[in-house]
């Protein structure tokens, strides 16, 4: 077993990492062990997929994996680097924020809150997709069937990510009829594998579709499209105006008056999200508890990301 420690540049919160990554955690794709602050899955690397174990501490991150030589953990140590958001300082933003009435104190409470993004465009896509208008329990349980039905085997019992390809090679009805999705959310995740194989995605982290091209897809609306900016393209400066949790935590003013008050925020509004999302009292405290929901441009609740 190759294994390394990668040093944060700053500290980090593991609690709140192991959070995060455990809400959108998947069945057969990760092993999440909250009490060992452990978590494990299959990384794509040149070379082929290797089953990477996490261990989180707040100077850093264990690494390690079976199949990997001191060449290969040089590569994984890059992407997960990405994934986690080690090398950010976040000193710029915690000085941002110190006079904030509102982000100050938060920030001050949990000062190390990383912006954590998705090893896979795809995935990010697919899996907010498959989460909007239910519960956390569900939007795993379509997570697994998606990746049963899509998927290849992995490394160590595990699975890889369903590509766009599969996804298309198949047909829409193949969505309605193993996952269990409406016939709209079936058509819209199609319409994404879609769009996401014309563009010759090849399975790494990043959206291929730009804005514009998201909000073209019927049943994709703007809290889809920003809430893919923040954490499909890991951008420090995005918002999601349209995100419930965010708004509850703002005492419930509009999507409009949630974007003007971000402006203050700018360039770290994500991380203002990280930490309106993180200080929600009704945040789930298992992978398994139903969570409060965003919206999207309908107005229709679905299931808030954290």
Known sequence: MSSRLLKSNGLLDPGHMMRTLGIHSIPTLDIHEPDALRHTRAVSTASGPKSVRLEFAEDG???????????????????????????????????????????????????????????????????????QQVSLAAGR????????????????????????????????????????????????????????????????????????????????????????QMRGRSDPDAFVPGDLVARRALNRITEREASRLAESWAPYRSYAMVHLWASDPLAPVSTDSPKPGASDNRGRPGLQPG
């Open 61 to 131: 991150v264990g690494l390690s994996c079976a199949e990997a030589d001191a060449r290969g953990l040089d590569e994984l140590e890059v992407v997960v680097r990405a994934w986690l958001d080690l090398d950010s300082d976040l000193a710029p933003m915690q000085g941002h924020f110190a006079r904030d009435p509102l982000l100050g104190p938060l920030v001050r409470s949990r000062p190390w809150l990383r912006l954590i993004g998705y090893l896979n465009g795809f995935e990010a896509a697919a899996t907010t997709i498959l989460g």
């Open 141 to 228: 349980t379509f997570g697994g069937r998606f990746v049963g039905a899509y998927g290849n085997d992995g490394p160590d019992g595990l699975c890889l990510f369903p590509t766009p390809a599969a996804v298309v090679e198949h047909g829409v009805d193949m969505l309605r009829e193993t996952i269990g999705l409406t016939k709209s959310r079936a058509a819209t995740l199609f319409a994404m594998a879609e769009s996401f194989d014309a563009k010759n995605f090849s399975g790494t982290a990043g959206i291929p579709l730009e804005r514009a091209e998201l909000l073209a897809l019927r049943g994709v609306g703007p809290w889809t499209a920003d809430y893919l």
